[in-house]
């Protein structure tokens, strides 16, 4: 029989009862991140929407990331004193994947675009087909954009490949074609990135 005193003690040396297993909201947490920083880096729209609207958004963003990484902070710190280590280690998740945001971002552009590509191309070449054979083709297919932040981003299936050249070395009908498109002046092109053979990712 022990006594009162005892009785405390002994509650008080027990070990922690939070079981020693992997957590996995630090890698949802931070692959959220990570996606939201490749949607407005990789989609020139997106930047420059929210850039105009950061005020509204980023405090918002800092206030849940300061919440989210004290909160990881802490769970590495009580786990590690705990011999917790499989907590440990993936609550490390989210610091890691945050600081790999931006780096992420930055390459994820041509990924981006190149998948986008490959789940409309079908379309693409349905359409191109049915432009017929009369002279080098060209095609232009909308990628978003808005006037409102002034910049346009399409695809382009150009058969002469004449839209990577500098305006003052592409043919009069190439420089025809674009007019008959809408497009009056070939130095609009503000970015030009090949996609696939004679496909262009274009920004106006």
């Known amino acids: 029989m022990t006594s009162p005193g005892t009785d405390s003690v002994t509650t008080s040396e027990k070990p922690s009862t939070i079981e020693d297993r992997f957590i996995y909201w ?26 105009m609207l950061s005020l509204i958004w980023a405090p918002f963003l800092a206030i849940i990331i300061v919440i989210l990484s004290v909160v990881a902070l802490w769970t590495i710190v009580r786990s590690a004193v705990n011999r917790q280590w499989r907590r440990a280690i993936s ?4 610091p890691l994947l945050l600081l790999a945001a931006l780096p992420f971002a930055r390459h994820a552009a041509p990924v981006v675009d190149r998948v986008h590509f490959l789940l409309y191309e079908s379309k693409y070449q349905d ?37 990577m050249l500098p305006s003052s070395e592409q043919s009069a009908a190439f420089v025809q074609r674009l007019e008959s498109h809408g497009f009056g002046r ?19």
């Open 26 to 51: 630090p890698s949802y947490a931070g692959a959220a991140m990570m996606l939201f920083a490749a949607f407005v880096f990789s989609w020139p729209v997106a930047a420059i929407a929210f850039s």
């Open 127 to 163: 359409k191109i087909a049915r432009l017929g054979q009369k002279g080098a083709r060209l095609a232009f297919f909308d990628w978003g954009g808005n006037a409102m932040v002034g910049l346009n981003r399409f695809v382009v299936y150009d058969e002469s490949d004449e839209i």
């Open 186 to 204: 070939p130095d609009r092109f503000t970015n030009v990135i090949r996609l696939a053979p004679h496909f262009y990712v274009v920004d106006e």
């Open 91 to 94: 609550a490390c998740a989210f």
